[in-house]
């Protein structure tokens, strides 16, 4: 899910880990990706939206065996990183209940882009550069 304003984009940092991401998961049985794409960015930073008003990027290769269906988000004013909330937990290796995401940041694209993996710089790169990123000024890395 990138949230973005064409300038920025919001991501969240991984508990206990140096990379950060854009809100993302996997759509539990019968429900369409737009729909689990608003859950997820509801649960991982407190957002909502209704699946309708999403742009939906299309379904990209991310990972040995796992596509990602990408949806844009294409707010007017970029929320306050310190407002959002992360309400999905898991238990980490030692036994402690962390977040999912611990931190966020709202980065301009030159800055964020570095800080995700190198899968989704890849996907990201390429929906920037491609014929529906709906800010053409801003697109490509």
Not at 34 to 41: C, P, Q, S, T
Not at 114 to 127: D, F, I, K
Request: charged share 25%.
């Amino acid at each position: 899910m990138v949230v973005t304003d064409g300038a920025a984009v919001v991501l969240g940092r991984f508990a206990r880990r140096a990379l950060w991401d854009i809100p993302k998961g996997v759509a539990e049985p019968g429900e369409d990706f737009a729909a689990a794409a608003a859950r997820e960015l509801r649960e991982e930073t407190g957002l909502e939206i209704e699946p309708g008003a999403l742009l939906d990027l299309g379904v990209h290769r991310y990972l040995r065996g796992k596509d990602l269906a990408l949806f844009l988000w294409r707010v007017e004013a970029m929320p306050a990183a310190e407002e959002l909330r992360c309400t999905t937990f898991f238990r980490a290796a030692d036994g402690a209940v962390v977040p999912e995401f611990d931190r966020f940041a709202v980065l301009p694209w030159a800055e964020a882009l570095p800080r995700v993996g190198r899968n989704l710089q890849r996907v990201l790169g390429a929906v920037r550069a491609g014929p529906d990123w709906p800010f053409p000024e801003s697109g490509g890395l």
